[in-house]
T-cell receptor, first 113, second 117 residues
Framework: DTAVSQTPKYLVTQMGNDKSIKCEQN?????MYWYKQDSKKFLKIMFSYNNKELIINETVPNRFSPKSPDKAHLNLHINSLELGDSAVYFC????????????FGPGTRLTVT | AQKVTQAQTEISVVEKEDVTLDCVYE???????LFWYKQPPSGELVFLIRRNSFDEQNEISGRYSWNFQKSTSSFNFTITASQVVDSAVYFCALTLSSGAGSYQLTFGKGTKLSVIP
């Protein structure tokens, strides 16, 4: 069984569209994350979320918004897509105990044309 | 703010050679956690090891070993007798123990390791 899953794996869309990426974890973790990996492989945190708090990286445009219907899901909504949004987006989860390792989903490759 | 530096962008070795991947970190916290992740060509991110700032013991797992030295703020990763399957991008990462966003990983830029048969 997949621990952290993301759908879709590939997403090709045009500028200006709105899209969502779904993430689900079956590890029973209480904290979930979204990371962005750019074309140079640099990984950067976008959001972390658990029942108590949403932490947003200040560099993330407000076109990006996480939505968590329950502890096992953290979806990423992106409005008005831009060319620069093209990247691989990774979902991850962990227990909120400090310093616990995070487990990553397989990634979603978003291409904006 | 914390920072992770992996100065080696790319390394190529011949199979069976040993290779060390360097990681240097910066943080003002006295309690923090360090990680290594592997990203093979297939793209997934695989957790390899976690180390907390109070535990400076080196660790060995099969062909992998990690050398944590607080005095030099380094957490280096050595692969012994490298194999083609070790070819991947390796990321060092840091997270703090407290404060807003303390769960979040700060990654280095990664080191691409190519093992040539």
């Amino acid at each position: 069984d997949t621990a952290v899953s993301q759908t879709p794996k590939y997403l090709v869309t045009q500028m200006g569209n709105d899209k969502s990426i779904k993430c689900e974890q079956n590890l029973g973790h209480d904290t979930m994350y979204w990371y962005k990996q750019d074309s140079k492989k640099f990984l950067k945190i976008m959001f972390s979320y658990n029942n108590k708090e949403l932490i947003i990286n200040e560099t993330v445009p407000n076109r990006f918004s996480p939505k968590s219907p329950d502890k096992a899901h953290l979806n990423l909504h992106i409005n008005s897509l831009e060319l620069g949004d093209s990247a691989v987006y990774f979902c991850a989860s962990s227990q909120s105990d400090r310093g616990r390792e995070q487990y990553f989903g397989p990634g979603t490759r978003l291409t904006v044309t | 703010a914390q920072k992770v530096t992996q100065a080696q962008t790319e390394i190529s070795v011949v199979e069976k050679e040993d290779v060390t991947l360097d990681c240097v970190y910066e943080t003002r916290d006295t309690t923090y956690y360090l990680f290594w992740y592997k990203q093979p060509p297939s793209g997934e991110l695989v957790f390899l090891i976690r180390r907390n700032s109070f535990d400076e013991q080196n660790e060995i797992s099969g062909r992998y070993s990690w050398n944590f030295q607080k005095s030099t703020s380094s957490f280096n990763f050595t692969i012994t007798a490298s194999q083609v399957v070790d070819s991947a991008v390796y990321f060092c990462a840091l997270t703090l123990s407290s404060g807003a966003g303390s769960y979040q990983l700060t990654f280095g830029k990664g080191t691409k390791l190519s093992v040539i048969p």
